[in-house]
């Protein structure tokens, strides 16, 4: 497994592709307006600020959950001064809504809304005891703060065999009931991994179901809804996507979280969102009718700063598009398995071989001292290009990438003096058989220790791949169609037209990519002469049909020519600035005979 960091991670329209298109009618279509976006709620941070109206999920649906800064906050009731403290900093990172644990507090009600209210904060749910005994006074607590959702960091109930599963849904719809009836909406349940590795023959069907599944058959919607957390439903192997499109309607709130070595072997380790391997654009995209609030979780986070960012990326993913999300298959890294030595190892189960074995929950750790080294032999001479570090914990504030052509001269290449951990992708150039991070400085009191170690370039003399580039309605019509690169599928070219459109100020409308019509939109906006307009659009969906397969470039058509002449005609007749109407005009009824023979 490869740690992307693609910024084209993050842009829906680019998960919408593929299937969704391929599945529609793959024919010419008339023109059509484009609808124009909703507007969402006012932004409440400077950050959020760069965001338009429908880059991301509005503020009204996005909130935390407390758990996150729990190393702040401890467990219990905090001291008023620390949750006033907490709270100011979840606002300044753009929250409006929160979600506490371990509700309710001791404290009285009426102080926890002065908090809240000065932080302008509103409490969207909660997770807290489902002691029956107690849950009159939960209730309330929460019916004072304007609570939707009262729920639980689980499932408020055994369920290690089926039996016990209906018991704990009964115990569950008691609850959901008494609180529906006393002013709140409903409980809402939420799940680690074992509702889902847990399973049992239904005694009726005798088919294998989960403890999930059995607790959300014998609930009452009415008054039990259920709180998917997405990261620890992905560890258990769970197609997120496509269990909400199955469950949607009994599954209001999510928990938003983001992981690398996920499903894998090891356990998965948090990241701030869109820095890990969970598909959270096809999650949000596959949640959009059903739930009511995105919150996101880090557990034990390590700043309010990276609950800043992970804000960011709710409020504004849809504008965080890059060019380099239609290149196919990640880029492996050189360092992959390659030979690895280092200065030191702090354990025999952290050596450097782990740094570069593509595994996220493996480590490299050094003795506690500075400086250290781990460096990789990658086999040949390369052009470098890029060094991605995983850092854990222990990173080091300074240090030096240097290449070698023999393991023993070292050349610096790249300088850091101002390490602050996570991921540090640096764009560089050298040469060198050998790439060593020397660390120089230790940003805490353990060693240096790193996840892994990643390192790109071409071999040595050769030219690196051109990157595709995104392009305006002006110029699409010409070399990322299949004339110049046969090769492109069907969902890569969906995924050019998204990035053009992501990255082009032609195209301002919003518009899935989930049908044919939205492609030919979305890339042919009606910005210019609308004659030429339905000649492109035909054009379009002519080359669609052919990275489908469905129209072979050696078809035969009119004039004893083949589909490629007669596209590579139009491509360059419809570049050619001298090109009129009457020069297109001649190729519009041989571009409907290839639709129409489909």
Partial sequence: MQISHSPGARLLGAALTGGALLASTLAATPAAAVPS???????????????????????????????????????????????????????NAGFTNIEPFSQPYSMPVGDYQAILDRHDLEVSSSHGSTDWDTWPETVAYAVALGQDYIGTGGMAGSYGTYEEALATAEHVNRLGQYAHENGANKIALHNHQSEFTTRYPHPETGEMVSAWQVIEENTDPRYVTFQLDVGWAADAGIDVPAWIEEYGDRIELLHIKDAVNVNAEGDPRQVALGNGDIDLPAIIAASEPYVQYYTYEWDYAPSFESSAESYRYLRCYLAEGGGDQCTGEDEESLALGRPVTTSSIDDPARTGEMAVDGNAGTRWGSQWSEPEWIAVDLGASYDLSRVVIDWETAFASGYEIQTSPDGDTWTTVHTVTDGDGFFDDIELSGTGRHVRLYATERATQWGFSLYELEIYGTPTGEEPPPEPVARGAGYWSSEYRQVNNPDYTADELVCFLSATRAQSDVFDEAVDLTTLDDAVQVLWAPKHDEWVDVIDRQLLAVWLNVAAGSVSLEDPVVGGTTVGDLLSAIEAARLDADTTRADLREYKDALEGVSVRR
């Fill in 37 to 91: 976006g909703v507007t969402a709620p006012a932004m409440t941070t400077t950050a959020a600020e760069a965001c338009g109206a429908d880059d991301g999920l509005p503020d009204s649906k996005i909130s935390i959950q407390l758990f996150t800064h729990v190393g702040e906050l401890g467990f219990g009731t905090p001291s008023p001064e620390t949750i006033d403290r907490v709270l100011g900093e979840v606002a």
